[in-house]
């Protein structure tokens, strides 16, 4: 056996020049001794290995950290079908400035129905209340949507329906965390009726875990903008577009759009789109100070490798002395 390794051994590294004679397992014992040998002089020396773990382990420990958040805010998708479908519309004056919102005679064409837009709603959330199932009251974040917010974010409802159209006002979808912490998970609670602000409200479905759209939201109600409301009622837009349709797509039509609409009534400024994809609108200007963090971290780690190479060139200058 032994001859029949060092023969295979010789054939295969002959041309590059390599010698031959280390058995595998030869290889592991060997390892086992380096790694014998680097653990005594560890225990030798407490003060240099206690300085060098720790160096090492701040450096990875904090890139580890820093990676975790620009993962789960850069490079995960949001937990919706088809985010790279999802927009923000809001508006912007002619000089530039955002107003970030949307009076609903702007935002109506889109949430309405349009060719290059599957679904669109408006959105506005306030602070309110809610009595639990024993009739504790708490306080609550409800959300008024238009009757299709359930149609842009079409994977919500876990129990029950989403909204039909021209849905009554009455009508309720509570948030899983809701449903579980105030009733309970009676999983009778639809067609219940319950107290939100001080008004019955029929409850038509519950949200999956998790779901929480605009952020923080805890029930969603229906409400309608109507034709009468004027362009100093704002509230948040967002739309889904149809498959295969573009951000440039659409953002030509909405330049096209904005001349015809004529300027805002209350500033008498002319009206300009501005199209946002979802994920840019809620992670904003985090974006630039999470890669900052992360560069900073790479930098942390970088040094931290330069003192544990610094603490062993001293080391071994000491024993060479």
């Known amino acids: 056996m032994r001859a029949l390794y060092a023969e295979t051994c010789h054939r295969s590294t002959a041309r590059i020049g390599a010698t031959c004679g280390i058995e595998p397992g030869e290889k592991i014992r060997n390892m086992r001794k380096d790694l014998s040998f680097s653990v005594r002089a560890l225990i030798r020396q407490p003060l240099y290995s206690a300085v060098a773990i720790v160096t090492l382990a701040l450096g990875i420990g904090s890139t580890t950290a820093i990676?975790?958040?620009v993962k789960a805010v850069l490079l995960e998708?949001?937990?919706?079908?088809?985010?790279?479908?999802?927009?923000?519309?809001?508006?912007?004056?002619?000089?530039g400035s955002p107003t970030g919102l949307m009076a609903p005679r702007f935002a109506q064409p889109f949430y309405e129905g349009h060719p290059l837009v599957e679904s669109g709603t408006l959105t506005w959330a306030t602070a309110g209340s809610i009595?639990?199932?024993?009739?504790?009251?708490?306080?609550?974040?409800?959300?008024?949507?238009?009757?299709?917010?359930?149609?842009?974010?079409?994977?919500?409802?876990?129990?029950?329906?989403?909204?039909?159209?021209?849905?009554?006002?009455?009508?309720i979808v509570l948030s899983h965390s809701v449903w579980q912490k105030y009733f309970g998970s009676n999983p009778n609670i639809l067609g219940t009726s319950i107290i939100v602000d001080n008004g019955q409200r029929t409850v038509v479905g519950v949200t999956r875990p998790g779901f929480s759209f605009p952020t923080g939201a805890e029930t969603w109600q229906v409400f309608d903008p109507g034709p009468n409301l004027t362009d100093r009622i704002n509230f948040y837009a967002y739309l889904r577009l149809r498959p295969n349709v573009t951000q440039k797509s659409l953002e030509a039509e909405l330049a096209v759009l904005s001349s015809q609409l004529g300027p805002n009534t209350e500033t008498g400024k002319a009206f300009v789109y501005a199209l946002r994809p979802l994920l840019d609108e809620i992670v904003g200007d985090l974006s630039s100070t999470v890669r900052l963090l992360s560069g900073g971290a790479v930098i942390l780690l970088l040094i931290s490798c330069v003192n544990v190479a610094n603490l062993l060139l001293s080391r071994t200058n000491a024993r060479s002395q």
Request: no cysteine; net charge positive; hydrophobic share 40%.
């Open 131 to 171: 009595r639990s199932s024993d009739g504790s009251a708490f306080p609550l974040t409800p959300v008024r949507v238009t009757d299709r917010f359930f149609s842009v974010f079409p994977d919500a409802i876990a129990l029950g329906r989403a909204f039909a159209p021209k849905e009554p006002p009455a009508s």
């Open 77 to 95: 998708p949001l937990p919706y079908t088809k985010p790279d479908r999802l927009f923000a519309l809001r508006s912007m004056d002619s000089d």
């Open 67 to 69: 990676f975790s958040i």
